[in-house]
């Protein structure tokens, strides 16, 4: 089995700066992309940020200039770096990942449970 679990939210005011972690554990054969998209209540999912095993990285419009995503390939860990933080980019952010098990060796899709991200104007 594969997990993703996520850390590093919470409040913080407008301006302000967060770190979120995405670590990836189980059986892992190798990862390839890894991400972030996040979940605002009544909105779609949007896409946030994502990094390929050669770092290799791309953003969504809206987050643009403000957010570093990066990755320690070693320890199967994402990070993203939040600066200039606004009240829209409140919601539930989300990892993840596509990840090669040795049980199966395949690439699949994995997703976790997410972290709060409130920020108060």
């Known amino acids: 089995q594969v997990q993703l679990v996520e850390s590093g939210g919470g409040l913080v005011q407008a301006g302000g700066s967060l770190r979120l972690s995405c670590v990836a554990s189980g059986m892992i054969y190798a990862t390839n992309f890894m991400g972030w998209y996040r979940q605002a209540p009544g909105k779609q999912r949007e896409f946030i940020a994502s990094?390929?095993?050669?770092?290799?990285?791309n953003y969504g419009d809206s987050v643009k200039g403000r957010f570093t995503i990066s990755r320690d390939s070693s320890k199967n860990t994402m990070f993203l770096q939040m600066n200039s933080l606004k009240p829209d980019d409140t919601a539930v952010y989300l990892c993840?990942?596509?990840?090669?098990?040795?049980?199966?060796?395949?690439?699949?899709?994995?997703w976790g449970q997410g972290t709060q991200i409130t920020v108060s104007s």
């Open positions: 990094i390929t095993s050669d770092g290799v990285t």
């Open positions: 993840n990942a596509e990840i090669v098990s040795p049980l199966h060796m395949v690439p699949m899709d994995y």
